[in-house]
């Protein structure tokens, strides 16, 4: 992989597709839009330069597997020993969501921790399949970020700001980078939910409108009935919509006649991508051409894994297609979603069952594909849980001062573990790690500079990262 | 002090910096606080003394001598800013830091003062360049035009686009067709296309003046409200919710938005409408309508309808964000200056400083926009009412306050009652040996009837008033134990029953007739009358007798009993029957009076209930001015700065005061209308002639800074500002002095040479192509598929088509007939078509909408069942319509509909085409509606040419 494999494919998209979603839409590039600001950038050739990766990228794509609602660190992945020896002890914690040092009871994990693989990295029982992939996850136990309730944890996770409205970190991607595919969106997110921020969090914000991430479907839908809105239609016969497409195509050059601009050109152009997207897309999310061990191996056909391996597989037919951004969200629309046991821990069996074997799944067929080499894979919530009792009962509150995330494939180092939380797994204390440097490190593995990916609205530099961030050097390969 | 001394101190201290603290400076900080870093962070070097003494933007960083008060160790105890980014230090190190900064913090690093400079943190215009920059200038006067074609000239404004153009050598374009022109008109005016019998009409009308004349009736027409209030709405960047994390409802915003397409209609003056929106609440004056301080409530609701993440846990946080986001939009709506980038540096690019926003922050922090709450609120306040209804309403108040007591009062007596009631009756105890009709002997035909309540057993039978004599009950009862016995005889009584019923007693001593009246109540319990007290024998059978001889009317036989009185167990019961049934007869009363009573404060309380209630600001108790915060940490506070405006702005020459006891809005609201400041003015009118020629004078309508683009005809823009004044504000006649002007009447159809030397048509040698926006686009749709409902104003939200489980935002079943003004706005997740159509981001206020062209929108028109139903919709309307005979009938009548013209040969031919092709594949219905379809996507309609 190195950047002149890149670079022309890209140029030669910007000449041969006006608006498709690879390029800078040819109506951003030559209409000069209201806010000079915005059209800054766009203009040529500095629009082109927006394509071209700062530096030699180690990721082409990421596939974000999105825990909602904060998985627990200590259940998982944070092995402390001192939970288990002080289980039911009190002692004072600063809590979060309080911001007070207040007595809180010690909680132990209430599943058994193994080390496994080569590295000898820890996994609670939760996480069996997981667990016989260490050797190609790089850990961070060292996270910690802004927000302490879901809604603006959540918009934090995915757009770096709790409160102000600001582009999602996918969106960001496709400004900096195009998409691989010219016939396909280049960030997709997978039944995404409509709580806490809902479709804020994969959204285009002040960037052009063209980077918005595209829903497959949403949280609570059937699985199996997921796609692009408005792809196709059960309506109108195929034949009769192409035989309005003929129409559609001879009134236009009647009517664009000696007036034909570029802004015009651009709205005929659309149409024709619409068109090729009618035969290109559907493909993303129909799995009927995949082998029964790869169905299984995702754990599609059980009842519990269903659902979330079949959102892992169409992710990886996505990388495949050459979607760049591509979500998995395991979601719901709930106010207290998914992973967020306040009072009843044990629950978390029920959601790490759903996820365990899909995404361990995920990883193999990627691997088998030589697509983990280029494909950064992530794992994680929005937070972490607390290593004590929420109101001295038996779940966990927030907790956004210290918690695991891992990364897999695109230039970061196998089998690896960075930072470190207290020996009670509360706060991150060694090299941490704000969500704001992961945000950093992405977008460097994918080739970007998170301080010069900028744009400007409103009279000012905006940033992914606000004025924050650094690069986690330490994880890379 | 001995000098010896002091050097030897000194040599000894850099020996615990050399060894213990520089290195440490070096590894850990120097990458971002020294000259040599690639980019200096916080305006802080630590790489001289002097740069650790002055500090960067959040002050000093050390203390010589007060570890404790210096910054630096708070920063590395991870107090405050925390320091370095990576991690906390170890303590031994942090431990090296306090004792080097207790011993003095003597530093070799000396650097001579006149060489040092503090890292500078802006490149913006001083207040005194800002000054003379374009838009910050007073308007000026300028002299009309002279052009060399005099005759083209219709307005002044065409003399300034003129003069430009001959200066280019260019011509301006032809005038557009007339079915274009009208087209054009209503879609500028009111946002709804012409119909077919409008548009003949308009053709019809070629008298002199048939251009203004169109271009009042639009003027009047209440949609125009609507379609230019719509556009002030995405300034104010209006929604129906707050978005962020758990979005909430703002159920009263449609207030606002009603309160703005009523001000366009009544043509309110700018000046006032603005004003209205900032201070309205403290610009109310005695004598004022009810309306007109309703509006003036309402209109504040603009400072509140911001996208602010409500749930957020950090108040102190949240209510700078909410202060933020006031000043911000109110900067890029009325004066399009982008304030918020100065809420933690001075301005990158223009000229306004740190102390500037804070001036506004204050303002704003003394005025009440938030209520307590985990997830917090919106302040609200009630609306006054025209005087007739006040005067009702007051009066109903009065009423139901006066009903409140009274069925206070009956509520006691109710209570009061039931208690002696209870008590009386606790004391009562009728038990004795009972008889009932059905074990007694009876002659004659009696009638058994449950009609009248109050009977003992099961029933009680009556004489049915005939054979007088003839009938009688008798009830016999064979005692167990001889004594003395109270005769207990019940009845049920009625107006109907006979007054004097003989009833005969056989007893120990003999037998005795008495009378009784049956029309009366029975004394005891409602239930029993006392026949006397009378000795029985045991073993021997006593005997009462009813008998219907001489008695008129109904005669009732029900149960008799024989209460003994001889036995201590049973003393006779002391109470007033008499009183007893009085009570009940009391309760009785009260009760339905307090039933009465209940109700009708109930539905009183629904009327005065009805007093409207809008989001809207006051002042705050208590106002002050605030402090700066350094870097815009809110918990990093600099020095308070007074409260008051843009600095660089020209002052009046009394310049305004803000009173310590008020919030400044009023001040502030004064300030962006006086005279002196142009900035408005100029803004506003450029916003209109946005909307009418597709771009602005100044392109970038929110942004007159520096990074913001010149205008193009300042001369004009300031001439029109001017008009702008001297007409009071007027929207409508700004419009129409635009719409009547001959450069609006030009076609769109640029000539090469137009092209080739103004590429971008600054110049207005041709109309700009407009596209219809989202909501024009859906009513015209509406419009041709006849569903369009065309009411006005009221709620947005209809809780009852909220999506599953119960939330607003998700899932919401639009209505899908209303204006599109009238769909509610959500932010979190928009109605598919503003989403897919470019609607202003309602997060932003928005004086021009990004026009984007994506596949989505294509598949959208392609494939959405809301396309779908409209155009099968429209295809019936064809179908159905018998004046229609042929085919081209047919295809004429619909573009007229959708396009307003009749189709050009070449168009005909491809519809022929189409028509003949897709009859082979799909129903006619079908068929007709897919051509429906394909004119809605077609560029004609989509662009106003």
């Not at chain 1, 997978?190 to 409108?209: D, K």
């Not at chain 2, 700066?628 to 009394?654: M, S, Y």
Request: with cysteine; net charge positive.
């Amino acid at each position: 992989m190195n950047v002149s494999d890149f670079l022309p494919t890209r140029r030669q998209m910007l000449q041969q597709v006006a608006c498709g979603f690879g390029s800078i839409a040819m109506a951003d590039l030559l209409h000069a839009q209201g806010d000079k600001d915005a059209s800054k950038d766009l203009k040529v050739p500095g629009g082109v330069e927006s394509i071209v990766p700062h530096h030699a990228p180690k990721a082409k794509r990421v596939i974000f597997l999105f825990m909602q609602g904060g998985p627990s660190h200590v259940d998982t992945f944070d092995y402390k020993e001192r939970l288990f020896k002080e289980d039911k002890k009190l002692l004072k914690f600063r809590v979060a969501r309080s911001r007070k040092i207040t007595p809180e009871k010690v909680m132990k994990p209430l599943w058994d921790f193994n080390r496994y693989g080569e590295t000898g990295q820890w996994v609670s029982d939760l996480f069996p399949h997981m667990a016989q992939h260490v050797d190609d996850l790089c850990f961070i136990h060292s996270m910690h970020t802004n927000g302490v309730a879901h809604g603006p944890a959540t918009l934090f996770l995915h757009t770096g700001a709790t409160n102000l409205v600001r582009p999602s970190m996918g969106s960001w991607v496709i400004y900096g980078l195009g998409s691989e595919n010219k016939n396909l969106p280049g960030f997709m997110t997978i039944q995404p939910s409509m709580g806490n921020g809902g479709p804020r969090n994969y959204s285009h914000g002040f960037l052009p409108a063209r980077v918005q991430g595209t829903p497959i479907g949403r949280a609570g839908q059937p699985v199996q009935q997921v796609g692009i809105n408005n792809l196709n239609n059960d309506l109108i016969p195929p034949e009769l919509q192409n035989h309005q497409r003929d129409l559609l195509r001879s009134l236009n050059s009647v009517q664009s006649g000696s007036e034909m601009t570029d802004r015009v050109e651009a709205v005929i152009k659309s149409f024709e991508l619409a068109f090729r997207m009618q035969t290109h897309a559907p493909g993303l999310t129909d799995l009927g051409s995949e082998s029964q061990s790869t169905l299984e191996s995702y754990g599609i056909g059980q009842k519990e894994t269903e659902v979330f391996g079949r959102q892992c597989l169409m992710a990886r037919r996505m990388a495949e297609a050459g979607v760049r951004f591509i979500q998995v969200n395991y979601a719901d629309n709930g106010d207290n979603p998914r992973w967020d046991q306040h009072s009843n821990m044990p629950l978390h069996m029920k959601h790490a069952k759903a996820v365990d074997k899909p995404v361990a799944g995920l990883l193999q067929d990627l691997k088998a594909r030589g697509l983990l080499e280029d494909t950064l894979v992530w794992w994680g919530g929005e937070f972490g849980r607390n290593p004590f009792a929420q109101n001295k009962g038996t779940g966990r509150d927030h907790n956004p001062d210290g918690f695991t995330i891992w990364l897999a494939g695109g230039g970061v180092k196998a089998g690896f573990a960075h930072g470190e939380t207290d020996e009670y797994g509360h706060t991150a204390v060694i090299n941490r790690v704000h969500m704001h440097d992961l945000h950093a490190t992405v977008l460097h593995l994918l080739g970007l500079d998170h301080e010069r990916l900028t744009y400007r609205y409103a009279g000012r530099d905006f940033r992914l990262t606000d004025v924050h961030g650094h690069v986690v050097q330490d994880v890379m390969a | 002090m001995g000098l010896g001394f002091g050097s030897l101190a000194k040599a000894q201290n850099y020996d615990h910096f050399e060894k213990k603290i520089r290195p440490v400076l070096v590894r850990e900080c120097y990458s971002c606080h020294s000259q040599k870093a690639k980019k200096i962070k916080g305006s802080l070097l630590l790489d001289s003394k002097e740069g650790m003494l002055q500090g960067g933007d959040s002050g000093p960083v050390l203390v010589p001598g007060k570890a404790g008060e210096s910054l630096l160790i708070k920063a590395l105890l991870q107090k405050g800013p925390k320091m370095p980014p990576k991690g906390p230090l170890p303590k031994s190190v942090i431990a090296d830091f306090q004792l080097w900064i207790q011993q003095g913090a003597p530093d070799p690093r000396t650097q001579d003062s006149a060489t040092f400079k503090k890292p500078k943190s802006t490149s913006a215009l001083s207040i005194e360049e800002g000054r003379s920059f374009w838009a910050f200038k007073p308007l000026q006067k300028t002299v009309l035009p002279k052009v060399k074609d005099e005759a083209w000239v219709q307005t002044f404004i065409d003399r300034y686009i003129l003069k430009s153009l001959e200066s280019k050598g260019l011509e301006p374009a032809p005038q557009a067709s007339r079915v274009q022109l009208i087209r054009r008109l209503y879609f500028d005016l009111i946002g709804l296309p012409p119909s077919t019998q409008e548009v003949e009409e308009f053709l019809a009308d070629t008298q002199p003046g048939a251009w203004e004349r169109w271009i009042d009736r639009l003027l009047r027409s209440k949609h125009f409200g609507e379609r230019w209030g719509r556009r002030w709405l995405d300034v104010a960047r209006y929604a129906d919710s707050t978005g962020g994390g758990r979005t909430l409802t703002i159920d009263e915003a449609w207030r606002y938005r009603d309160y703005v397409v009523r001000s366009f209609n009544q043509n309110k003056s700018y000046f006032e409408f603005i004003q209205e929106q900032v201070a309205g609440d403290l610009l109310i004056t005695e004598g004022d309508s009810s309306q007109k301080i309703a509006d003036a409530l309402i209109a504040t609701g603009f400072l509140l309808l911001g996208p602010n993440n409500y749930e957020n846990q950090d108040k102190d946080l949240l209510r700078m964000d909410v202060v933020d986001e006031q000043i911000d939009t109110l900067g890029r709506a009325t004066l399009a200056m982008s304030l918020g980038c100065a809420r933690c540096h001075d301005h990158k690019f223009d000229p306004i400083p740190t102390s500037d926003y804070y001036a506004l922050a204050g303002i704003f922090r003394s005025t009440k926009t938030l209520t307590p709450g985990n997830v917090s609120g919106f302040n609200k306040r009630s609306l006054p009412l025209p005087k007739e209804q006040e005067e009702k309403l007051a009066a109903l108040s009065q009423n139901l306050k006066n009903l409140e007591a009274q069925f206070k009062e009956a509520q006691k007596e109710t209570k009061n009652t039931q208690k002696k009631l209870q008590g009386l009756k606790g004391k009562r105890d009728v038990s004795g040996i009972l008889v009932d009709d059905d074990q007694a002997t009876v002659v004659g035909n009696w009638t058994s009837s449950t009609s009248v309540a109050g009977f003992v057993g099961k029933r009680y039978i009556h004489d049915a008033n005939e054979a007088k004599g003839e009938k009688s009950v008798t009830f016999t009862h064979k005692l167990k134990e001889e004594g003395l016995y109270e005769l207990l005889l019940s009845y049920t009584p009625g107006n109907n029953r006979a007054t004097r019923v003989p009833i005969t007693i056989v007893h120990a001593e003999g037998h005795k007739t008495t009378f009784i009246n049956q029309k009366k109540n029975p004394p005891i319990n409602n239930k029993y009358i006392s026949l006397g007290k009378y000795r029985f024998l045991a073993d021997k059978k006593a005997a009462v007798t009813i008998s219907n001889k001489g008695t008129s009317d109904v005669v009732i036989a029900d149960s008799i009993q024989f209460v003994p009185l001889n036995q201590k167990k049973n003393p006779s019961p002391k109470i007033s029957e008499a009183k007893v049934a009085q009570l009940e007869a009391e309760l009785k009363e009260f009760k339905s009076k307090e039933e009465a009573l209940k109700k009708q404060v109930n539905s009183l309380k629904a009327k005065v209930k009805k007093r409207p209630v809008a989001i809207a600001v006051q002042d705050e108790s208590q106002t002050e001015d605030w402090h700066i915060h350094i870097r815009g940490e809110i918990r990093n506070l600099g020095p308070k700065v007074p409260r008051g405006f843009l600095t660089v702005l020209p002052t009046q020459k009394d310049p305004i005061s803000i009173p310590q006891a008020e919030s400044g809005r009023k001040q502030l609201a004064h300030w962006l209308v006086s005279g002196s400041n142009p900035l408005p003015t100029r803004v506003y009118v450029n916003r209109v002639w946005s909307h009418l020629f597709g771009k602005g004078l100044v392109r970038t309508v929110d942004n007159f800074g520096v990074t913001g683009e010149a205008p193009s005809h300042p001369e004009l823009l300031d001439a029109l500002s001017r008009w702008f004044i001297e007409n009071g504000g007027s929207t409508k006649a700004l419009i129409k002095l635009l719409v009547r002007s001959k450069i609006y009447a030009l076609s769109t159809q640029g000539t090469k040479i137009q092209k080739e030397l103004d590429p971008q048509n600054r110049l207005l040698s041709h109309m700009n192509l407009k596209r219809l926006d989202a909501e024009a686009f859906r009513d015209a749709l509406l419009s041709v598929s006849g569903e369009l409902d065309l009411t006005m104003g009221g709620p947005s939200i209809d809780l009852s088509k909220r999506g599953k489980g119960g939330k607003v935002e998700y899932g919401y079943q639009y209505d899908e007939y209303r204006r599109s003004i009238y769909v509610p706005v959500f932010r979190n997740s928009l109605y598919e078509l503003f989403d897919v159509l470019d609607f202003a981001d309602p997060n932003f206020s928005t004086g021009l909408r990004p026009e984007t062209t994506r596949s989505t929108q294509a598949l959208f028109l392609m494939n959405s069942p809301f396309m779908i139903a409209r155009s099968k919709k429209a295809g019936e309307k064809i179908l159905t319509n018998t004046q229609l005979k042929t085919t081209e009938d047919r295809i004429q009548y619909i573009f007229n509909r959708i396009l307003n013209r009749a189709p050009s040969p070449s168009e005909l031919k491809s519809i022929e085409r189409y028509l003949q092709a897709a009859s082979a594949s799909g129903e006619d219905l079908e068929v007709w509606a897919g051509l429906c379809q394909t004119l809605f996507a077609s560029l004609d309609f989509r662009f106003l040419k």
